[in-house]
């Protein structure tokens, strides 16, 4: 066999680690070390840029996901003359769609990147939402095509790109990212969720003002026609459009990022290409260059010497059809199926809730008013209680653990759930307001960050993308029943001139009930702090010996070889 040639790839944000460990001859030895170094690294800038390609994405998502209740309201302004609002019907099918279509995605895309490979994978869902973001934004109805359809059928193509960034993202962070930090930087990636919150409300907020003269004019949103008509149309399209914009910055990143090293060494067996790999996710290079011959040698040998199993049909229903890897699996899509019954019956509907409980619409004297009440009460939930939750998250992560997190999170959504539906005809809109912003925080410094982490942690890697797909495909059934089924019991009962949300109440304590299943499902997940991606597979155990000479042997190479060190260069 050829001597092992140096290879070429990665961008800014991921460096490449094969050459550090190219003179190791035993392939076992050399994928060790090789993970050992992406596991051990500091944490420098090179994890930011990580971070930032990852986060944008998304930032995006969220943006797209959570502007959904300004669309239905603007929209049933525009297109609804007269009464001001869409049909219920209406409403719920286009917050049902992204869902959907999130469903489909995070499926089909968490597969994908087991089968095809990360690298393959990244950047294909984001042109799906930045071509269904600008469609959605240039849409229009017709005589013989209804607008709630088309909007439906853009959200339902979107829905699939938001789906496939969950997976890819979450394990392509967890498979570069430094253990002792790997949750922080997880949890940041997903933080950005948060920004996106908070960046479509301010958005909301400054067409809100800028069209002000031509809403003013308007004394409710069923009299909003005319010139105020045409200011909340342009108003829609241009919330949704500027959901594309973050998405165009970060697709060359995500378009050439190089394959994660452990997808590389544990299914693709490709020991030459792996390890140059971890180079470029520090250097900036999109592919190594390995010499062809030396590469195939290795790769054959590698069949030989690597004890992982190969991924396939048998080999996946084998390996899910262990107690203890079912139960995983269960304790991770359950979580996340009973978070989302809650979180987006609520979130997606914050427009609607801050209606009925009075906040955007009380002393409102014209639609300037509401449209303005509504975005401002979207930033107070926003700033106040979302984003903070997603960062206390981010910084906690590591040193408190996944578990304890979510533990408490359930927990005390249990409570203000309770507190919201037994107490909500006793309570002020102001009161309200006030446990809404901290629900808000406690999902987010809660399981909505765990929820998210974990699945990118505890499976192997050659099933890592699918497993994560399928949590996350059950919380987004999860939201479609929170959002399809519990949340439109609201208006149930409901008279014409009466109160049109009679049973929120008792909707807000069916979300309590699955705070509380969320607490038992949390006992079948494990804690994965400060534990290697390897170790909480079950792929390798080893003992303190065994530890202490693979110190030794990173130290020696680094003394030996200053110049192929992964140390970060800040």
Known sequence: MGAPQKTAGGNNAYHNFY????????LK?????????????????????AIAVAGVGFFTDSYDIFTVSLLTLMLGIVYYPGEGKMPTTSDTAIK??????????????GAAADIFGRKNMYGLELLFIIFATLAQALTSGSPSINIVGIIIFWRVLMGIGIGGDYPLSSIITSEFATTK?????????????????????????????????????????????????????????TVIGFGAVPGCIALYYRLTIPETPRYTFDVKRDIEQAQDDIEAFKTGQ????????????????????IEIPKASWSDFFRHYSKRKNAMLLAGTALSWCFLDIAYYGVSLNNATILNVIGYSTTGAKNTYEIL???????????????????????????????????????????ILFVVMGFAYKHLSPHALLAIFVLAQFFFNFGPNSTTFIVPGEVFPTRYRSTSHGLSAAMGKIGSIIGQGA???????????????????????????????????????????KRKTLEELAGEYDMSGEEEAQRDTTVTENKTEEPTTSAAVNV
Request: charged letters at 15%; a positive charge; hydrophobic letters at 50%.
């Open 19 to 26: 050459n550090d460990f190219l003179h190791i001859k035993d």
């Open 29 to 49: 030895e050399r994928r060790r070390l090789a993970l050992a170094e992406v596991d051990r690294a500091p944490f420098g800038w090179y994890h930011v840029r």
């Open 96 to 109: 049902l769609a992204t869902s959907a279509g999130t469903v489909i995605g995070q499926v089909g895309f």
């Open 181 to 237: 930090w790997r949750g922080a930087m997880m949890g940041a990636v997903f933080a950005m969720q948060g920004l996106g919150q908070l960046a479509a409300a301010f958005v909301m907020l400054f067409v809100t003002l800028g069209f002000k003269k031509s809403l003013e004019a308007a004394p409710t949103l069923a009299s909003c026609t005319g010139d105020c008509a045409v200011a909340v149309d342009k108003m829609w399209r």
């Open 286 to 305: 999109p592919k190594g260059k390995p010499d062809e011959a030396t590469r195939i040698a290795t790769q054959l040998e590698a069949e030989k010497q």
């Open 372 to 414: 303005y009440n509504t975005a401002v009460g979207n930033l107070i939930i926003v700033l106040a209680g979302a984003v903070p939750g997603y960062w206390v998250t981010v910084f906690t992560v590591d040193t408190v653990g996944r578990k304890p997190i979510q533990f408490m999170g359930f927990g005390i959504l249990t």
């Open 486 to 528: 519990i949340a439109p019991l609201r208006t149930r009962g409901a008279v014409k001139g009466g109160n049109p949300n009679p049973w929120m109440n008792h909707v807000l304590e069916i979300y309590a009930l699955f705070m509380l299943l969320g607490v038992g499902s949390t006992f079948l997940i494990p804690e994965t």
